[in-house]
């Protein structure tokens, strides 16, 4: 069974910092990329980064590069998504994905195939 576990949202101030872990299980992590991505309430659900767990090579978006990195673990099958600098447009559920895709990079959600339930962070000003 396919599973996507992601941890470390909160709340934070303004300018403070959390780490997100997203767990895998039951696939093969290595042929995989692993996407975050994120829905505040009332707006779409937005692509914040990936990672291909093959090759290491990162994509972000505009609104999060220089404040975030993703990394991952594969010994431990998991992606982390450090987020610096937090700011309170950064609150949303933020969720993670997996795809074994086509195209770089998969900035889509329809081009991921399993997600997490998601993980609730709050940037308070």
């Known amino acids: 069974e396919v599973q996507l576990v992601e941890s470390g949202g909160g709340l934070v101030q303004a300018g403070g910092s959390l780490r997100l872990s997203c767990a895998a299980s039951?696939?093969?992590?290595?042929?995989?990329?692993i996407g975050w991505f994120r829905q505040a309430p009332g707006r779409e659900r937005e692509g914040v980064s990936c990672i291909s767990c093959k090759d290491g090579s990162t994509y972000y978006a505009d609104s999060v590069k220089g404040r975030f990195t993703i990394s991952s673990d594969n010994a431990k099958n998991t992606v982390y998504l450090q987020m610096n600098s937090l700011k309170p447009e950064d609150t949303a559920v933020y969720y993670c994905?997996?795809?074994?895709?086509?195209?770089?990079?998969?900035?889509?959600?329809?081009?991921?195939?399993?997600w997490g339930v998601g993980t609730q962070v709050t940037v308070s000003s």
């Open positions: 994905a997996a795809g074994v895709v086509l195209w770089w990079p998969p900035r889509q959600s329809y081009e991921y195939d399993y």
């Open positions: 039951g696939f093969t992590f290595d042929d995989y990329v």
